[in-house]
């Protein structure tokens, strides 16, 4: 069992960026792919991101593609999610939790584990 911190949402205008970070509480023993998902108010929680464990792949949905870049650092327990040029529709609950694929969209469905609280994320203008 893998317990995950997210941490890096906040407040911001359209066009500007954040960057997400995900913590690992345990070990890299416990590392695995992760994938950061969103929900949006009133909407249902959507696959946005992943990469596996080694970090060489990723997957994005199409909506941030171009946009948003995951990476992780492995010696530090820490992935991240760089997000630029941000959109009103970026707005919701940031989350990261393990998956058991990063292979592609498919992937967002191999969730496993508890969802922690997220970070918010809140785009406007």
């Known amino acids: 069992q893998l317990a995950l911190v997210e941490s890096g949402g906040g407040l911001v205008q359209p066009g500007e960026s954040l960057t997400l970070t995900c913590v690992a509480s345990?070990?890299?023993?416990?590392?695995?792919?992760i994938g950061w998902f969103r929900q949006a108010p009133g909407k249902e929680r959507e696959g946005v991101s992943c990469?596996?464990?080694?970090?060489?792949?990723?997957d994005y949905a199409d909506f941030v593609k171009g946009r948003f870049t995951i990476s992780r650092d492995n010696a530090k327990n820490t992935m991240y999610l760089q997000m630029n040029s941000l959109e009103p529709e970026d707005t919701g609950i940031y989350y990261c939790?393990?998956?058991?694929?990063?292979?592609?969209?498919?992937?967002?469905?191999?969730?496993?584990?508890?969802w922690g609280q997220g970070t918010q994320v809140a785009v406007s203008s």
């Open positions: 990469i596996s464990q080694s970090g060489h792949s990723t």
């Open positions: 939790t393990q998956l058991r694929y990063c292979l592609n969209s498919m992937s967002y469905g191999t969730s496993f584990g508890s």
């Open positions: 345990r070990s890299r023993l416990d590392y695995s792919n």
